[in-house]
């Protein structure tokens, strides 16, 4: 896969690197992975990518062929965790970006609101130099090490400084920073990607005109976004000719379904003036087994989602 071809799908802010050749087992076909460049303050992001774009949820990372050898496990596991958690940093990224699109006074230093995310995405995001710029215990993240002082408590406990108001001056030094990148970002990122993961097919039922098929999470994945879970079709309406034709062509494999999904701004049901990131589905598509090969059917939007 072209690195131009990443650059105009979905760079963050100044380019993508291909991942390392030697580095990982190679992927199946049709899937990559890439490092994504943030800015010169932000660590970069690994990625997997299926025809262009993220993927996240539970396969990630070399789930078709594990090795045998036990080092070569051990290997491909820290592998898949560390795309896992890449994924979910990106994710979390996303939504920071699109909140911020949205609603800018939310990042404004006089806005109530920043404490609850600010301290996570300097965390997440910071790169190992820029870290002791701005947090209190660097090498530790914000897990409160034993061995770290912390002088300021509450809110500003994350942040560099003697007492709240270097603590604060910080923390505002890393927002301002923080805020120019998303306004690069927030005005060029697309806010798509994929989740792919298993599915339980359920019995048709007939009906008339259509009958229905349920296409269900599996409930033993770990990491469905919990997002996804709820706004997935838990049946879709279809003739029994096109029922057929997906059971015929699955036989005994296990179904797979990659979602197009993006983030989108809702209104609050509690708060009519307040508003918050989610997720949509787009798309969603069936395939015979993880490997992702064999396309079985695309489920038409405009078809009743029940």
């Known amino acids: ?87 979910e940093r990106y994710l979390f990224l996303l939504s920071l970006i699109k909140r911020y699109a949205d609603s800018p006074d939310d990042f404004s230093p006089a806005s109530g609101n920043r404490h609850y995310f600010l301290s996570q995405a300097a965390d997440a995001f910071l790169a190992d130099h820029a870290r002791p710029r701005y947090l209190q215990c660097p090498e530790e993240g914000l897990t409160g090490a034993p061995a770290c002082s912390r002088p300021v408590a509450g809110a500003l406990r994350d942040w560099k400084g003697q007492n709240e108001f270097e603590a604060e001056d910080s923390m505002v030094a890393f927002l301002s920073s923080f805020q120019k990148f998303m306004s690069r970002a927030a005005k060029i990122v697309p806010m798509e990607f994929w989740s792919i993961h298993e599915v339980h097919v359920t019995p048709y039922v007939a009906g008339s005109p259509l009958g229905r098929m349920g296409f269900k999470p599996n409930p033993n994945l770990k990491h469905v976004p919990k997002a996804i879970d709820n706004q997935y079709p838990y049946m879709y309406w279809l003739s029994r000719q096109e029922a057929r034709d997906i059971v015929e ?58």
């Open 249 to 306: 062509k699955l036989g005994d494999d296990t179904p797979y379904v990659v979602a197009g999904l993006s983030l989108i701004s809702r209104q609050s049901s509690f708060a009519p003036d307040e508003s918050f990131v989610d997720w949509e589905m787009n798309s969603l598509r069936l395939f015979k087994g993880d490997a992702i090969k064999e396309h079985v059917f695309t489920f038409d939007r405009t078809r009743s989602l029940r």
């Open 1 to 87: 896969m072209r690195v131009a071809a990443l650059i105009g799908a979905f760079v963050l802010a100044s380019s993508a690197e291909s991942a390392q050749a030697g580095t990982s087992p190679p992927m199946p076909d049709g899937f990559g992975t890439v490092r994504v460049t943030l800015a010169p303050e932000l660590r970069p992001l690994d990625l997997i990518l299926w025809r262009g774009k993220p993927v996240v949820g539970p396969l990630l990372y070399n789930r078709f062929s594990p090795p045998i050898d036990p080092d070569s496990r051990r290997t491909v596991q820290r592998q898949r965790a560390h795309y896992k958690h890449e994924a």
